[in-house]
């Protein structure tokens, strides 16, 4: 079993910056990729960024050249560094992991973003 634990959301006025981190622990024997999924309240959730074990990023076309997506050091850490904020992008961002050919998933943590 793979644990996820997101942390780094809060309350920011529009145009600010956060950084959600996302630590995965467990039974990990290997890691596909990582990444950061959001809901907002009445939406589907929908995929914000991915990055795989080799390094390879995607991004929803919503946050290119705002959001950032990143690997910690001991690769089983994931970083999401969010600027430029919008009041759309506040959503309950979920942190997801492709671990051994299985995804899990973390609690999630609110992001709101003022206007």
């Known amino acids: 079993q793979v644990q996820l634990v997101e942390s780094g959301g809060g309350l920011v006025q529009a145009g600010g910056s956060l950084r959600l981190s996302c630590a995965a622990s467990?039974?990990?024997?290997?890691?596909?990729?990582m990444g950061w999924y959001r809901q907002a309240p009445g939406k589907q959730r929908e995929l914000v960024a991915t990055?795989?074990?080799?390094?390879?990023?995607n991004y929803a076309d919503s946050v290119k050249g705002r959001f950032t997506i990143s690997r910690g050091n001991a690769k089983n850490t994931v970083y999401l560094q969010m600027n430029s904020l919008k009041p759309e992008d506040t959503a309950l961002y979920y942190c997801?992991?492709?671990?051994?050919?299985?995804?899990?998933w973390g609690q999630g943590t609110q992001v709101t973003v003022s206007s």
């Open positions: 997801n992991t492709l671990a051994s050919g299985r995804d899990y």
């Open positions: 990055i795989t074990s080799g390094g390879t990023t």
């Open positions: 467990g039974n990990i024997f290997r890691i596909d990729a």
